[in-house]
């Protein structure tokens, strides 16, 4: 299923459902799958949200480099998504949000 976060402040976000839970618990919204249908994160609540988010993505562990000079490098598709580049456009849409003082809604559906 894929997730549509819209705001005033910014540009559609979309995402898968599994990789939405992720980033929504980081940003401190306990929801479930059936919670995921629709929602909004209020203006009073951008501010937690994206501190939330900020302390999940600094607390994330560094990927690890190979220090082994005679392998082949990692092709960019075959590396796992880190995230702090999973959560980067809903964390800017919620930053933008806060800003102009705008809610931030999110809605789930099939997209077909």
Known sequence: ??????????????????????VMHAAGRLVTEADLKRGVFSVEQLPGAIAALEAAIAAEAPAEESEDGDQDPVHPMAQAVSLKQRAFPLLDMLRKARETEVPVLWEAGSAW
Do not use: E, I, R
């Open 1 to 22: 299923m894929l997730v549509t976060f819209q705001s005033k402040a910014a540009s559609d976000v979309l995402m898968l459902d599994k990789h939405a839970l992720a």
